[in-house]
């Protein structure tokens, strides 16, 4: 009897390539969420590759491989730093008009205020900033201010500080009291006698903070 032959459709499994690709940027995002999530836990002490690996759940070697070691990790916490502003402080107004700096910065300040409260590791990186010199510290500290001055470039346009004002050392001033505000109150729910432990509390600092904003812009 004969057999007719019949074409035989046979699913066709994932490239090798592809399946690489897809798997080392799965354990790169897993490596670079273990080491954010161990620096904002214990900070830079017990920051080590081997401890990164562990919290990855992956083989020390590809830290190696794939970010060229403890250096070059922390060069990608940076980088992913600069998306941090992107994510927490978009480049958008939000419904407000921008019609003078003072504006801009209002938003800026409220918006820093936010997300700084809202993420350990940033907080973290603060408090290193005034209480460590090392390399690594300051190579995170760069990346945040450099990704907050971009977005005061793009967003300000035409708009300039009142005449007379200088805006690089007040936003230095504004920044420092927000960053003291919100550490203080990560450790001790008050800062220099204010309260700080509800949504009540902070609407009145937000008020206070709007207020200072507008007496140096207008």
């Not at 290193?128 to 090392?134: G, I, R």
């Not at 005061?152 to 004002?165: D, Q």
Request: positive net charge; charged residues 25%; glycine residues 8%.
């Amino acid at each position: 009897m004969a057999v007719a032959n019949a074409a035989v459709k046979i699913p066709l499994e994932t490239p090798v390539a592809e399946k690489r690709v897809r798997n080392r940027a799965a354990t790169e995002q897993a490596i670079l969420d273990a080491a954010k999530r161990l620096l904002a836990e214990e900070g830079f002490q017990n920051f080590g590759i081997n401890a990164v690996a562990r919290g990855a759940g992956c083989d020390k070697q590809l830290i190696y491989r794939y970010y060229g070691g403890l250096n070059g990790l922390v060069e990608a916490i940076g980088t992913d730093l600069g998306d941090w502003v992107k994510d927490r402080i978009p480049d958008d107004t939000g419904g407000m008009f921008l019609l003078t700096y003072g504006d801009l910065m209002e938003r800026l300040a409220l918006l820093f205020l936010d997300a700084l409260r809202a993420d350990p590791l940033m907080r973290r990186i603060v408090a290193w900033e005034v209480s460590e010199n090392s390399e690594q510290v300051r190579r995170l500290s760069e990346a945040r201010s450099k990704a907050l001055a971009g977005w005061i470039e793009r967003m300000r346009g035409s708009l300039t500080p009142p005449k007379g004002v200088d805006a690089q050392a007040v936003n230095a001033m504004i920044f420092a009291a927000i960053q003291h505000l919100v550490l203080s109150a990560a450790v001790s729910d008050q800062c220099a006698g204010l309260p700080l432990k509800n949504a009540k509390d902070w609407e009145k600092a937000a008020a206070s903070l709007k207020r200072i904003v507008r007496g140096v812009y207008g």
